[in-house]
């Protein structure tokens, strides 16, 4: 075919759609990753190790993989499994360059679709080539590249080879890459087709016999008389030998040198062994490879995970990660984050969530992440929900997460929301954004708790009793000075005495709302000190997550929970039923 001039011979590879049928825990998936690195995020056991898996071996570099019936979705094996991708491919991976010519398809935001050569002189406008990789009944893979005609020719080891993948697997099989076992990295990497042979007879020559006390010799010799009275083989001996699944090259791998002592590079630590079996793994390979690192945060410290994220963000290669890792989430601020749930979909974390994951980043690892509008939101929500479960709501997968403020919470949730990661809201009513407000609580329900109108103070407060304003008043630890300080200035009284405050206003408890929110003074002459002077107020009653956590304790203790139960209860429920839990009709 003719060099098609839309294809780059430095560019790098990078899977434009991804189609997994069939596979291990995964029915059906069809994903279109982004051009760099791609984050997957999502619960234990939803796919997303298999996902890599399936990426590592559609561009094996060798066709030493052995299946199993656990390859097959629900065992199944009589059906078969496909792993599909459609890629854009440079020139020198050789894909056109075969004695029989692989064709392009053209990209379309729907998928690859066959090209209208006609009206592009003969040529695709964006093209890719489609690849897969099935798993057969009988336990053999096949691997073919899909024609536009409808045909399908073989998809060789030495194209997959030049395209290039470097997997960092979240368990210890790169262990395997730092050992010269037949299909490793270090063995892809020494290209040395004779030392396999050349060192089996080395080792063979290895007197093993010798090194044997009189007493073995003698176990020997007598085992040998056996043998000959049944006429088995005799002139017994021992010596090295390898076997079916075992290679005595594996025991050949890298050493280093650590303190004076040459010492095998297995033999460091998990992180050191993981990024010694990248490197080795990328030395050898295409420019620029797909790189798959399942569990990026095993084995590292926080910063060596910032490290190696900030590296792959750099690299011009398409990357795909797993994590768990808050640290990792963090650094990957520039890539493209997905959330795959328990039915195998992939949604995006739209970029309107970059702040949050910047935030705080434990919201997207969460398996039910509450995001509250402010830190007495979180203080309080998280005391109503620990009474409510009867222990850490992080033993359920809960994290309850500061959105920032009420347009940025309203952001976040619909960003989360629509992504399919598992989401909760408690915010206040500020009169703002009610459209939008009202979509969020038509997708989230009972998830979302928005008071009727105001704050969580102006909610509270007012339901309290003469006797009790003292009580509600009073800090932790007794003292009632600050927060009476804070009513007095209010008012512009020298005396921070209740008496005095009481006699000075008809309507306390509004006084109360204003000094524990931080409003500014309604004097449109007021100096900016005491604006500022005036916001500060809300510090010193709940205006912190502490705060929050204590206002809730007063809830209870003051008896005021009867009163604002009836719009609490709902959204405790809901959370109780998303972790699996049954609704309840009281918290205590």
Sequence with gaps: MQENAHLSSGAAPCIRHLSIKRFRGIEALS????????????????????????????????????????????????????IAAAMALPLNCGIVEQRKASWPWEWSPDGPKVPDLEANDGQPLDPVFCVRVCGTPDFELQYEISQPDDSADHFPVSVRRNIGVVRLAGDDRNDRDLRLIQGSALDRLLSDRTLRSRLADKIGDTDVHGQLNEHAK??????????????????????????PGFSLNALIGLTAVKEGTTLPLASWGAGTRRLAALEVAAAHLAEHPIMVVDEIERGLESYRQRILVEELLASPSQVFVTTHSAPAVHAAATASLWYLDAGGKVGRLPASVAAQQRRDPETFLARLAVIAEGATEVGFVTNLLNRSLGEDLRRY?????????????????????????????????????????????????????????????????????????????????????????????????????????????????????????GSAPADPDATEAQKKAWKKHGRRWFKSIEGGSELADKLFTLGLWPHVAPQLLPFVNAIRISVGLEGEQAVE
Aim: charged letters at 20%; a negative charge; aromatic letters at 6%.
């Design 397 to 517: 997968g809960i994290w309850v997460s500061d959105g920032g403020s009420n347009s940025e919470a309203l952001t976040v949730l619909r960003g989360l929301a629509t992504s399919g990661l598992k989401v909760a809201g408690f915010v206040d009513n500020e009169g703002t954004q009610q459209g939008l407000w009202q979509q969020t609580k038509d997708q989230l329900g009972d998830l979302l708790m928005r008071w009727a109108d105001g704050c969580l103070e102006a909610n509270i407060i007012p339901h309290l009793q003469d006797h009790q304003l003292m009580t509600f008043i009073a800090e932790p630890d007794g003292d009632t000075g600050e927060r009476l300080r804070t009513l007095a200035e209010r008012l512009n009284l020298e005396d921070k005495s209740l008496e005095t405050i009481l006699a000075a206003t008809d309507d306390v408890r509004s006084l109360m709302i204003a000094a524990a929110c």
């Design 218 to 243: 003698a176990a020997i010799g007598d085992l040998n008389i056996r043998f000959q009275q049944r006429t088995l083989p005799s002139q017994l001996s021992l010596g090295l030998i390898g076997g």
């Design 31 to 82: 994903w279109f990753p982004d051009k760099g690195m791609n984050v997957l995020l999502g619960g234990g056991d939803v796919g997303k190790s298999t996902i890599l898996d399936a990426i590592a071996m559609l561009l094996s570099p060798t066709n030493a993989t052995i299946l199993s019936d656990a390859d097959y979705w629900q065992r199944r094996h009589e059906d078969g499994f496909e």
